[in-house]
């Protein structure tokens, strides 16, 4: 299994940005496309961006096309979602994972809330 840390979440006002880390421990990272879901209250969780093993392919929801930009550092182990133009609606945990997501990889994500 691989374990997933993300960090990077905060409290910030509609319009503005945050960057989101995720830091990969296991042998299959570089192998693998990433993606970055989220999960609001009392909603199924979704995959909002995803990113292909070398780095490429970038899939983006199209609730976050044009805001957000997903990239990766095989190098470190390490997935980041650059988030501008913050919604309210961006609120949710978000959470790292591959692509099709590993049930036993979810890590304990970090909270993104975005005040109006």
């Keep these: 299994q691989v374990q997933l ?4 979440g905060g409290l910030v006002q509609a ?17 693998n496309s990433m993606g970055w879901y989220r ?5 199924q969780r ?6 292909a093993s070398g780095g490429g392919s970038p899939h ?8 957000f930009t997903i990239t990766r550092d095989n190098a470190k182990n390490t997935v ?4 501008n133009s913050l919604k309210p609606e961006d609120t949710a945990v978000y959470y790292c994972n591959s692509v ?6 979810w890590g304990k994500g970090t909270l993104v809330t975005v005040s109006s």
Excluded: H, N, T, W
Aim: glycine share 12%; with cysteine.
């Design 60 to 67: 983006y929801a199209d609730s976050v096309k044009g805001r």
């Design 46 to 51: 979704e995959l909002v961006s995803a990113i």
């Design 5 to 8: 840390v993300e960090s990077g």
């Design 15 to 31: 319009g503005g940005s945050l960057r989101l880390s995720c830091a990969a421990s296991g042998s299959i990272f570089s192998s």
């Design 80 to 83: 980041y979602l650059e988030m």
């Design 100 to 105: 099709p997501y590993d049930m036993d990889s």
């Design 39 to 43: 999960q609001a209250p009392g909603k």
